[in-house]
């Protein structure tokens, strides 16, 4: 009788039945990877903006308070980009012929927006609120990292509902006295978790299980 | 859906392959832009609710409102508890207007009927003709018709028009006029005047075809002033009613009679005759008889304090009788100069106009905002006439039936795009301002009629102001404050009209009383549509009819005596004849019609309404007389085969002894034995107890069915609030539909003699939620403050919660109604505009239900933590749109707080107790003061 199958196929069918044991473990795991990897989560991108605005140089050289350009940061859930107006106060008396501002002139004179990228999105359905979070002690750094280092603005944290929860759950590590909140180049102290834990207490910061709530974030 | 055909191997291979680079590219988040603004203006803050005062009118009455803009959207409108005709509360009407600001049918350009769009400086080249030869006649020719008009504005440019042509003439259109009230008013006391009920003071009120409570200009002013005199025990009164077709006033009675108008009238005149009118006594059968001498005892046991309320449907010798009664009993009614009709300058009506186009005496005609084509009554004729006007302009918010039969049309501004004023019915006046630029390129009323004076353009905001600059200010006030001050509150201070002393009211001669007849026609006002106006309004058109359930059209309403005597069905089509003209409807079979009586709402059936109203519903227009009454004697009405299916959101069941369970009543007289119910937590369960709060709140709602008059405003203000999209008739009739909130009638009586109440139910929060252990992916949950929660993003749509909620509360999106599979024209980019942006719009395939208006809750919460301060009051929309305050939300662990006293009401029950659900929603029982007769 004629052999039917070639010595090969023997190794063909292990790997076969390994694959059917293997494969499915490794898409969830490529899949998990791929879904809280930079790709999706844009982590550390940095975009493109149509004026190249460096928060190094206005924030980490010259100083300018988060608060002149992000008005409501402490009033609304918003804290706000601000209206070309507010560049120009500056830039109507300096650098008033740059090239790289052509398109801030341009906006003011012809009464359109700037169109900027977003750099740090939320999906539609979580209702993130910044007055809360500062009036809390959370630093604008504990987020969006050293901003006055970025020459374009990348979003330094993952931005997942893991990564939320890390916090809501245990908010003491990144709680910080109100004064400080707008503080770039704050650093926890030694006793942090003392700190953390008195700074919680004196904001009357909610306990982690109503934190951890859906209801706290989703609506 | 197409039918699925077979796919090649290389379509398929090909169809894959995108699928795969579809799914990977999806994994990468979309770009997404922010565009500030260039300059941002002062004090606003991007993604918070501003609230600005204005006034929106119905039938030209105002009602004044705070519309709350988000980044300059209106998304939401409340009512402004300064105004005097909205009292912080809304009614349908009010609520839905937003959705109407955005309506994409509006039309966006003024057009001409044979060349279409057109300009508005086309329109100025081909008017200046008939302009200047109607100026060169004095104004002969040139005529003026518009609704209601009560803005002083518009009344102050109308006259100004009169005066520079002084033989134009101007007339007036209102399809639900109250003709036979101001008739009647004229009989008793030879002069136009305006009567306004006290109810708060009135605790017997008697209502003769006369619907308080029903939909209407005034009906949050009257509702909320009966309700709050009724939740004391001592001063609750007892309300009668006799009417034909059931109403709110109706259902809501102590003591109702079914009878068609003519015994109304007859019983009017038996109460006259007990105070000493001396008119010859009409027959009045015995069960008639006998409820009249209830109503004269309590009548005369409660002097000052009793009222007799007549409707549009007893002639106005009859409401001139009434006003003779009441002054027999001091009833409490204040009697004002009518606000719309300022002395000197009353308008003709319709009639008048049609008579003098059908002389020739009118060449150049003006139609501002009134649709007569469609809303005249069908015996006048008025779209034959049009066509022998040499020059004739509509101008609308839409290009509608009028529209379509004049020269020209002309986009009018909605009311919350433009500068104006109007006067509530009790003659306050309130400056209507805007909230957006004209999103269709419409101009205001004012900057229209200044377009066909032929006068220079001018805005709207300067003539305006104009009207206010002489107004009487306080001692040493300057203009700019005082206006500002005006704009801010809402209204204008000492501007309600001062009551008239009056003489006593003459004694009518009544009309011979009518013969009987086989079938009477009852045309009332729609509690949706109003007269149609609002019919390309889909919250509207799904908002369901108060008592029969029925959306998406109308129906002929007959009592089950006397659809069994004339072998109709429920659902049967009927072809309705008078005089000639004839409508085929369907045929709906309702508790508390009167024998001999059938019901017809206006407003429907609309040839150019807009992609929503277009052809929906039977329009009864075309059965209305020359002389424009709703009441129509001698239909003749013949059964056809057909059928047309009702579409209900209440099936009509009948469960023996159930009703008394789940509707508990209270006579008044046991009231003082009552005791409060608990939410059955004495109960066994099966599901996990609750464990308390984390941090103190504990939300719950009570909900007084005794105050609830079934008026639906919750339900709008609830789809307003909370992006609840509209799921269109086809949907509906598979018993599928979007409202978090409905509100349930039930009915303990008789078909004929109707014991009925209303029972509004929204999600119950049960603190042991039955949809909770069902959920197998945790979308379901449960927050430290008693909310039970659907997590959006959770949700996979088994609907397990669905089945097992026991309450019936949670919907769900069998396609996109609000994401990608719109119904109709709602799918539109401008409508989107109006949705809330604190309020996730929900995917196809996800369950959802009332939030207890979570959003709000939270958005207070952040406030408070924001401002290191107690948390405040929180409203939900439908506490915050109820004209009778029967919805209470709050905290019931605060201290002090109202909804926890009202739990210990002895009026408290919870839904269904015995399945121990603990639910957070709670009612209290309906409070009734029945006579004796009709104790059960």
């Given amino acids: 009788m004629a052999q039917i199958f070639r010595p090969g196929a023997d190794t063909l069918a292990r790997v076969t039945l390994a694959g059917i044991a293997v494969v499915p473990v490794l898409a969830v795991g490529l899949a ?28 980490g050289g010259l100083g300018i308070d988060c608060r002149y350009c992000h008005t409501s940061v402490e009033k609304a ?19 008033t012929n740059a090239p790289m501002l052509a398109p801030v002139r341009s906006s003011l004179a012809e009464g359109r927006p700037l169109v900027w990228r977003r750099v740090h999105a939320l999906p539609d359905y979580v209702y993130f609120n910044h007055s809360v979070h500062v009036a809390k002690g959370v630093g604008c750094s504990t987020c969006h990292g050293a901003i006055q280092t970025m020459k374009l603005v990348r979003q330094v944290a993952p931005l997942t509902m893991g990564w939320c929860l890390d916090c809501h759950r245990n908010p003491a590590p990144n709680l910080r006295p109100r004064e400080a909140v707008f503080d770039m180049t704050w650093t926890p102290p030694e006793d942090q978790a003392e700190q953390g834990a008195r700074l919680a207490a004196a904001y009357h910061v909610k306990s982690p299980a109503r934190l951890g709530e859906c209801s706290i974030c989703h609506r | 859906m197409p039918p699925l055909t077979g796919l090649h191997r290389r379509e398929a291979l090909r169809l894959l392959g995108a699928g795969i680079a579809l799914a990977a590219g999806g ?63 809304t009614d349908v009407f009010l609520e839905a207007a937003i959705l109407d600001l955005y309506d994409p049918d509006r039309s966006r350009a003024p057009s001409e009927r044979v060349a279409g769009i057109a300009s508005w400086e086309a329109f100025g080249k081909a008017y200046a003709r008939p302009l200047s030869e109607a100026r060169a006649r004095g104004g002969a020719g040139f005529r003026l018709l ?58 017997v009120v008697v209502c003769l075809e006369a619907d308080p409570l029903g939909p209407g200009p005034d009906q949050i002013r009257l509702s909320s002033a ?37 015994v109304t009238a007859a019983l009017l005149v038996h109460l006259a005759n007990g105070f000493g009118a001396g008119l010859p006594a009409p027959a009045l059968p015995e069960p008639e008889r006998r409820f009249a001498e209830q109503i004269l005892t309590d009548l005369r046991a409660h002097r000052e304090r009793a009222v007799v309320l007549v409707g549009e449907a007893l002639e106005p010798a009859f409401h001139a009788l009434a006003h003779w009664l009441n002054a027999r009993l001091a009833a409490p009614v204040a009697w004002i100069a009518p606000p719309d009709s300022p002395p000197g300058h009353e308008p003709g009506d319709i009639a008048d106009l049609a008579r003098d186009i ?87 009323v004012h900057e229209i009629l200044n377009l066909l004076t032929g006068a220079e353009a001018r805005r709207g905001y300067d003539i305006v102001r104009e009207t206010w600059q002489d107004h009487p200010r306080p001692a040493g006030g300057d203009f700019e404050g005082w206006w500002r001050r005006c704009l801010h509150d809402g209204t204008i201070p000492g501007s309600a009209a001062a009551p008239v002393a009056l003489p006593e009211p003459a004694l009518p001669t009544l009309p011979p009383a009518p013969a009987p007849c086989d079938l009477t026609l009852t045309l009332t006002p729609d509690p949706a549509l109003w007269d149609g106006r609002c019919a390309n309004n889909a919250w509207l058109q799904e908002c369901p009819h108060p008592v029969t359930k029925q959306v998406w059209g109308n129906a002929l309403l007959l009592s089950h005596g006397e659809a069994a005597r004339r072998g109709v069905r429920d659902g049967q089509t009927v072809s309705l004849t008078v005089r000639g003209s004839s409508l085929i409807a369907p045929v709906a079979v309702v ?42 004697r001698d239909v003749s009405l013949t059964a056809l085969d057909g059928t047309r299916e009702i579409l209900r959101t209440q099936a009509y069941t009948q469960i023996e002894g159930e009703t008394d369970k789940l509707f508990p009543r209270i006579d008044l007289a046991a009231l003082a034995s009552a005791e409060p119910k608990g939410d059955g937590s004495d109960q066994p369960t099966l599901l996990e107890p609750w464990t308390g709060d984390a941090d103190g709140h504990a939300w719950g709602m009570v909900i007084d069915t005794m105050a609830c008059i079934g008026c639906n405003a919750c339900v709008i203000a609830c789809q307003s609030e909370n992006n609840v999209p509209v799921v269109g008739p086809e ?53 430290g403050e008693g909310l039970n929660l659907q997590v959006y993003n959770r949700c996979v749509g088994t609907r397990f919660c669905e089945a097992n909620c026991p309450y019936k509360v949670r919907r769900f999106n069998f396609f996109g109604y609000a994401d990608g599979q719109e119904y109709a024209s709602l799918g539109a980019e401008p409508v989107r505009a109006q949705r809330n942006p604190n309020v996730t719009v929900r995917a196809r395939g996800v369950m959802e239900k009332c939030t207890y208006c979570v959003q709000r809750i939270a958005n207070e919460r952040q406030a408070a933590e924001r401002d290191g301060r107690p948390m405040g009051a929180v409203a939900t929309a439908c506490q915050s749109a109820c004209p009778t305050r029967a919805i209470r939300f709050g905290d019931l662990n605060a201290p002090g707080s109202p909804v926890a006293a009202q739990r210990a009401d002895p009026r408290h029950y919870a839904l269904m107790a015995e399945l121990n659900t603990r639910p957070r929603t709670t009612y209290l029982a309906e409070l009734r003061n029945p006579l004796r007769e009709d104790r059960t």
């Fill in chain 2, 146 to 203: 518009t609704g209601r008009v009560t803005s002083p504005t518009l009344l102050r440019q109308i006259a100004a028009l009169r005066e520079a042509m002084p033989d134009a003439a101007w007339h007036v259109h209102e399809p639900l006029d109250e003709a036979n009230a101001r008739a009647g008013a004229a009989l008793a006391f030879g002069r136009r005047l305006r009567a306004l009920p006290l109810l708060d003071r009135a605790e």
């Fill in chain 2, 27 to 89: 994994c990468s988040r979309p770009d997404e832009e922010i565009l500030p603004y260039v300059r941002q203006p002062e004090q606003l803050l991007p993604g918070v609710p501003a609230r600005y005062a204005t006034a929106l009118p119905l039938s030209g009455w105002a009602r004044g409102i705070h519309a709350i803009a988000v980044d300059g959207r209106p998304i939401k409108i409340e009512g402004n508890p300064l105004h005097p005709g909205s009292r912080g509360a």
């Fill in chain 2, 226 to 262: 009966l309700m709050e005199r009724r939740r004391d025990p001592a001063r609750f009164g007892r309300l009668y009613a006799a009417e034909g077709l059931p109403t709110l006033t109706g259902i809501k009675a102590d003591a109702r009679r079914a009878v068609p108008p003519p």
């Fill in chain 2, 731 to 783: 949907e509906i009739a598979r018993g599928r539909m979007m409202h978090w909130l409905r509100v349930d009638i039930y009915d303990a009586g008789k078909p004929e003699r109707i014991e009925a109440g209303f029972q509004p139910v929204p999600c119950m929060h049960c603190e042991h939620a039955p949809c909770e252990p069902v959920c197998p992916v945790a979308a379901s949950v449960h927050d």
């Fill in chain 2, 358 to 444: 059908a002389a020739g005496e009118v060449s150049c005609l003006a139609i501002l905002g009134t649709n007569p084509v469609q809303t005249a009554p069908a015996g006048l004729g008025f779209s034959e006439l049009l066509r022998r006007v040499g020059f004739s302009v509509q101008i609308g918010t839409h290009a509608d039936e009028t529209a379509g039969a004049t020269h020209w049309h002309l986009p009018l501004a909605h009311d919350l795009e433009s500068w104006s004023d109007l006067r509530a019915t009790d003659g306050t006046a309130s400056l209507v301002q805007p909230l957006v630029r004209p999103l269709y390129g419409g101009r205001s």
């Fill in chain 1, 32 to 59: 998990t990877t791929l879904w809280r990897s930079p790709y999706a989560t844009a982590q550390d991108v940095t975009r493109e903006q149509p004026v190249p605005f460096s928060h190094e140089h206005h924030v």
């Fill in chain 1, 77 to 95: 859930a918003f804290a706000g980009i601000p209206p070309t107006e507010t560049c120009m106060s500056c830039h109507s008396q300096i650098w």
């Fill in chain 2, 591 to 632: 508790s508390g019609v009167a024998d001999g009586v059938a019901g017809l709402s206006l407003g429907h059936g609309r040839a150019r309404a807009g992609q929503i109203g277009n052809g929906i519903g039977v329009d009864g227009y075309r059965l209305m007389q020359a002389g424009a009454a709703r009441v129509i």
